[in-house]
């Protein structure tokens, strides 16, 4: 008997690549055609594919899975104040629902409205922020493309307000959703980016989302991704970013666990003076999943990054981290720092961590720590001692583990939202824990 | 307001308790003195609910309740406090959150109502300055980057903030500059009162002078082998521990 017995290919299911795109732009229309047809009956990841170990068994595409989402119609937008409002509901782009940026400077369209000449331009970007070797799903994404969101910065444009896109799944009924985001940012332009994704109803439902952000030089963006929808949603996520000269990247990615969680964050560093802050929180409890897979890329000189992501998984959940830093042979005088903290809440729950240097320049700095513990038991006496109760306690002591980046959240008021629903997801995990 | 009665524990099988007979009233101040590794610290660990120690024989009143089966938070609620010898540092945990959930538990315990934002810093600055901490330190992590001094106080201003029955002070004084010294025994002074009372462990009779203990037991290789008045604290300040027949070093195992 062979391995290969053992752990049989699995091929798409051809529910997954159904006819669509009726609506979009031919050049569009064209490159779903092409990655439709590239996907069909593919070999889904198992255990056997390196950068899907771990997760392989997360991933049931069910043809159950495969239709469309459908509106249920009562649009339950969680309200959020002063940020421009880009609504996608299933897949697709709501503007009846958004409050958008009026500002010259700031262009944003769904790709069902661009003309030829602008939709060719977007196909030639569309999937090259992506290491499509490492992110075999991303191009369902693209296969499965209905429409889409171009955010289009001018040189020097600042954005006054954060633009804001709360991803919106309706899970009364099992299917699936692709939403698509493209960002460029022009030169010295600057814009604080939020991605929110929420659902309703219970039912599971597939979310396979890719945004990508082309950072011209000097551009300075802030991009906070907030993947806590309920465990019924599984999620795979990527997101792409080439980083210009002395352009910034901030990023904060935070999620809860679900059913499937995955999110692929990769960035290349590809202009001198670059810099990328890669933030991470994720959060599993119950049998709950998330995989945060972050890669990157180092590609000229004098570029810097550092990366913190932190996992805390309770119950019998499981917390994967894999986090690859690659220094290209020309990028001398690279600065990149790595830090993986885990905390295991339960005895059987169970964390994954991977760093991953591929460094081909000899005159740099690479830094890497990933380190998996448990509360600290003094500190428990400690408040407890005080009369607080063992649960309220260990959620204090959690939440002190994630203080740090919490705190690096540039804006106040997502600040205070993520802290408030990480404190409430940690104590539900207690509390259950407790009966 | 406790009464130990026949107390053995252990350490991971280790006996460190023997037999400690003890009875405290209310507004009394017991010290507890000895040498090192005679059992002082562990006394304090296990009235609060260290699981490290197993209570192998005995008992434990409080107000009548059997405290051996109350959980270190419910030992909290009934009125105990201990100032530890080493409080943790908690980085992430800022001292004014861990004393405003601590002190809400309490009121909330008690049926009062929870005090809001302002009010709590107001009497956690009020406290804070009865020990000489600067509200400076509320803001950052527990204990986080104290020194030693300030560990020591920091513990003193929760004890003012909780108001125990009984208040327990493991070594504060080790450590501690005559000043510092001092403040925290005024801090401990101000809570005196008919209904609270005091045990305080400590090698040294120098804190005694501040004070002042009604009852003073010398315990040695987990038994308590002598009790007497303050001058028994003294009479061992001057004689030390080989007055009473100990050899430190033996009683340190």
């Given at each position: 008997m062979t391995l290969a017995h053992k752990t049989p290919l699995t091929p798409l299911d051809d529910a997954f690549t159904p006819e669509g795109g009726k609506q979009l732009p031919a050049p569009l229309k064209s490159l779903r055609d092409i990655r439709s047809k590239a996907i069909t009956g593919m070999a889904l990841p198992n255990r056997r594919t390196e950068n899907w170990k771990y997760s392989s068994r997360y991933l049931k595409l069910d043809p159950e899975l495969a239709p469309q989402t459908q509106g249920t119609g009562d649009a339950d937008y969680r309200s959020v104040e002063g940020v421009y409002r880009l609504v996608i509901r299933n897949g697709v782009v709501d503007l009846d629902s958004s409050n958008l940026p009026s500002a010259s400077g700031v262009d944003i369209r769904r790709f069902v409205d661009l003309d030829d000449v602008a939709a060719q331009s977007v196909a030639k970007k569309l999937d090259t922020t992506l290491d499509h070797g490492t992110t075999q799903l991303a191009a369902l994404n693209t296969a499965r493309l209905e429409d889409g969101v171009l955010i289009r910065l001018s040189a020097d444009t600042s954005v006054d307000k954060p633009v804001y896109i709360q991803y919106v799944t309706d899970a009364g009924a099992s299917g699936s959703n692709y939403p698509r985001v493209m960002v460029e940012a022009g030169q010295g332009s600057k814009m604080t980016l939020v991605e929110e994704y929420i659902s309703n109803g219970d039912q599971p439902v597939l979310v396979d989302s890719v945004s990508e952000l082309l950072l011209d030089d000097s551009a300075n963006i802030t991009y906070i991704r907030l993947c806590?929808?309920?465990?019924n949603v599984r999620h795979i996520g990527a997101t792409g970013v080439k980083v210009g000269a002395n352009a910034k990247l901030d990023s904060h990615c935070i999620g809860f666990g679900g059913d499937l969680r995955r999110h692929d964050l990769q960035v290349r560093l590809e202009g001198q003076g670059g810099y990328a802050r890669l933030n991470g929180i994720a959060l599993t409890q119950d049998r709950q999943h998330y995989d945060n897979h972050t890669a990157i890329d180092h590609v000229v000189p004098n570029c810097d990054s550092d990366e913190n992501y932190r996992c805390l998984a309770a119950d019998r959940s499981h917390a994967i981290f894999n986090g690859r830093i690659h220094i290209h042979?020309?990028?001398?005088q690279s600065h990149a720092d790595m830090n993986n903290k885990n905390l295991l809440l339960s005895t059987n729950a169970e964390i994954d961590t991977k760093p991953e240097l591929e460094i081909y320049a000899d005159d740099v700095t690479c830094a890497h720590g990933a380190t998996v513990g448990q509360l600290d038991e003094g500190s428990l006496f400690y408040l407890t001692s005080r009369g607080i109760d063992r649960d309220t306690a260990a959620t204090m002591l959690s939440m002190a583990f994630v203080h740090e980046l919490v705190g690096q959240v540039p804006l106040e008021d997502i600040r205070e939202a993520v802290n408030t629903r990480l404190t409430d997801f940690i104590e539900a995990s207690f509390r259950r824990a407790a009966e | 307001m406790l009464t130990i009665k026949n107390l053995h524990a252990s350490v991971e099988g280790t006996p460190i308790l023997k037999g400690i007979n003890l009875e405290i009233k209310p507004g009394e101040v017991h010290a507890v003195m000895g040498p090192n590794g005679s059992g002082k610290s562990t006394l304090a660990q296990v009235l609060v609910g260290h699981e490290a120690f197993e209570v192998t024989e005995g008992e434990i009143l409080f107000d009548g309740q059997?405290?051996?089966?109350?959980?270190v938070e419910e030992r909290a609620l009934a009125g105990l406090f201990l100032a530890f010898q080493y409080p943790v540092e908690i980085p992430g945990v800022s001292n004014l959150q861990f004393l405003r959930t601590a002190l809400n538990t309490l009121r909330k315990h008690h049926g009062q109502d929870e005090l809001d934002a302002p009010s709590f810093m107001k009497l956690a600055k009020e406290k804070a300055k009865q020990v000489d901490?600067?509200?400076?330190?509320?803001?950052?992590?527990?204990?986080?980057?104290?020194?030693g001094g300030e560990k020591k106080r920091n513990e003193i201003m929760q004890m003012l903030m909780m108001e125990p029955r009984l208040g327990i002070l493991d070594?504060?004084?080790?450590?501690?500059d005559i000043d510092a010294l001092k403040t925290i025994a005024n801090g401990v002074n101000t809570l005196r009162a008919d209904n609270r009372s005091f045990l305080v462990v400590t090698h040294y009779q120098r804190l005694l002078n501040h004070i002042v203990p009604d009852v003073v037991h010398v315990l040695a290789n987990g038994q308590i082998i002598k009790t007497g008045d303050k001058q028994l604290a003294m009479e061992l300040e001057e004689h030390?521990?080989?007055?009473?027949?100990?050899n430190e070093a033996e009683a340190a195992g």
């Open positions: 806590m929808d309920p465990a042979p020309d990028a001398q | 059997n405290l051996l089966e109350l959980e901490l600067s509200p400076d330190f509320l803001k950052r992590g527990v204990n986080e980057g104290f020194s070594e504060t004084d080790s450590g501690l030390g521990y080989g007055w009473l027949g100990i």
